[in-house]
């Protein structure tokens, strides 16, 4: 059984910054980001794959780094000048196979976590 676990969420002012992290219990190829809120659909943040070639959403590019470290098990997500409508659970996902880009959609990630919480507040 694969575990993923998300941490590093809270709440930042606007203008802020936030780094999520998510740990893998086994290397898996893609690895992404999605975000979700109350009453919306899960929205696809960012993924990086095993070739280190990263894709980003438009509602966040710019502002993000997604980035894994050298045994490939654990993804970081920094987040730069936040605003209040990033508040949402972030959501860690891994597939065993090439990302599929350049839409993040959820059903192609097999592997979740439980979600981190992000509160920006104005």
């Known amino acids: 059984q694969v575990q993923v676990v998300e941490s590093g969420g809270g709440s930042v002012q606007a203008g802020g910054s936030l780094t999520l992290s998510c740990v893998a219990s086994k290397y898996l190829v893609c690895m992404a980001w999605f975000r979700q809120t109350p009453g919306k659909e899960r929205e696809g943040v960012a993924y990086?794959?095993?070739?280190?070639?990263?894709h980003y959403a438009d509602s966040m590019k710019g502002r993000l780094t997604i980035s894994r470290d050298s045994a490939g098990n654990t993804v970081f997500l920094q987040m730069n000048s936040l605003k209040p409508e990033d508040t949402a659970m972030y959501y860690c996902?891994?597939?065993?196979?090439?990302?599929?880009?350049?839409?993040?959609?959820?059903?192609?990630?097999?592997?979740w976590g439980q979600g981190t919480q992000v509160t920006v507040s104005s």
């Open positions: 996902a891994a597939a065993p196979g090439m990302c599929v880009g350049p839409a993040l959609q959820s059903y192609e990630y097999e592997y």
């Open positions: 990086i794959d095993s070739r280190g070639d990263t």
